[in-house]
């Protein structure tokens, strides 16, 4: 079991960033994780935002390439979304979660989640 704690949303002006952590504890050690970063706006459904393989290999929607940048310290078993130029569409609920060893871009391909946490653009 792998348990992931998210943090780091808030309140941002439009053009402003955040950056958000994903935390992981619990058998971190038996696998290679991915980790994805997903969000959902209210009445949406949960999407893709991006992953990041154990070698750091990433990929990305493409409404976010360019401004969002996903990284990982595989010693801290934590992982980043540096978000920059964020824009009022951006506003959702993220969701970081972790799956072992294979890469995948929709929300089924992971088994763990974190709990979410909130970022609001406001324009």
């Known amino acids: 079991q792998v348990q992931l704690v998210g943090s780091g949303g808030g309140l941002v002006q439009a053009g402003g960033s955040l950056r958000l952590s994903c935390a992981a504890t619990g058998r971190t050690s038996s696998h290679d994780y991915v980790i994805g970063w997903f969000r959902q706006a209210p009445g949406k459904e949960r999407e893709f935002v991006a992953y990041?393989?154990?070698?750091?290999?990433?990929l990305y929607t493409d409404s976010v390439k360019d401004r969002f940048t996903i990284s990982r310290d595989n010693a801290k078993n934590t992982a980043y979304l540096q978000m920059n130029s964020l824009k009022p569409e951006d506003t959702a609920v993220y969701y970081c979660?972790?799956?072992?060893?294979?890469?995948?871009?929709?929300?089924?391909?992971?088994?763990?989640w974190g709990q979410g946490t909130q970022v609001t653009v406001s324009s």
């Open positions: 990041i393989t154990w070698l750091r290999r990433t």
């Open positions: 979660a972790a799956r072992p060893n294979n890469t995948g871009n929709t929300p089924g391909d992971y088994p763990y």
